[in-house]
């Protein structure tokens, strides 16, 4: 295995240390902020979209850590290889549970607390504000970023990992769905949004889609905010909002409206 460190991303704080000289390495740990530790054959990817608006803005902050793991530095051989042909035949390539093993170990420095350990897969468990929720309220998150035909099953049984999967298509890699979960959780976490209010109306906080939004100008191309919205009426206006949400979630999402109709009777 080798020493080489991963990248880290986010403001530098100071803590007590038994190693003042972290301070100074690419891989400080930010005390007490929730961490994301992405393993990957592209490092380079991140902090992508995560390094704007305000999960960037939160990130210099210090609200919340990235540190990106080289899964190819846990390679074998002079070339580092990371992966080998599927046992039983069968097309592309698939992840050594060795190399990948060495990478969730290498992880585990740092990481105290509630820290799930992830692999973002089109068989997995499908990504809903409950688990983001769940996340956001760990002290961490080590996150695998699956390559070719996926990575051997014996690694993902031994570390107990959890599937989760962005949606019902494949992509090329598991770093644009990394990055998607942990926007969706970071913006959960305190002070990031700056008004907490606003992630509680928002679609599936309440197992319901989001009511349509309006502003200004009042009237734009011969169409005119709801005359409800514009009355002053907050008990009429949140019964509107409640209408508008139920009527959307019944047509557009079915599994949704079922669910919520069956704890609504339950």
């Known amino acids: 295995m080798a020493d080489k460190p991963g990248k880290s991303h986010g403001r530098l704080a100071i803590r007590p240390s038994i190693k003042p000289q972290e301070l100074i390495t690419p891989t400080p740990q930010l005390h007490g902020a929730w961490t994301a530790k992405v393993i990957t054959l592209f490092p380079d990817l991140f902090p992508g979209v995560l390094g704007g608006s305000l999960t960037g803005k939160a990130l210099q902050e210090g609200l919340w850590q990235l540190e990106t793991i080289d899964l ?46 992830l692999y973002m897969s089109p068989r997995g468990r499908p990504m809903d504000q409950a688990l ?82 309006y502003t200004r100008p009042a009237e734009w191309q011969g169409r005119a905010i709801p005359e409800v919205l514009m009355s002053g009426h907050h008990g009429k206006i949140d019964a509107w909002r409640r209408a508008q949400s139920e009527g959307l979630t019944r047509a557009r999402r079915p599994d949704l409206w079922a669910a919520h109709e069956a704890r609504s009777k339950g």
């Open 132 to 213: 983001m929720r769940s996340l956001s309220e760990a002290d961490g998150v080590t996150i695998l970023c699956g390559r070719f035909e996926g990575v051997d099953q014996r690694v993902l049984d031994h570390y107990d990992v959890l599937e989760v999967s962005l949606g019902d298509f494949i992509l090329t890699g598991g770093e644009i769905a990394a990055q998607a979960l942990i926007d969706a959780t970071v913006r959960l976490r305190p002070g990031v949004l700056g008004n907490a209010q606003s992630t509680e109306a928002e679609s599936f906080s309440n197992g319901l889609l989001e009511h349509p939004q």
């Open 72 to 117: 190819r530095e846990f390679g074998d051989g002079k070339h580092r290889n990371v992966d080998d042909t599927p046992a039983g035949g069968g097309a592309g390539m698939v992840l050594r549970p060795d190399v990948v093993g060495r990478a969730f170990d290498a992880a585990r420095d740092g990481a105290r607390g509630i820290w799930p350990v």
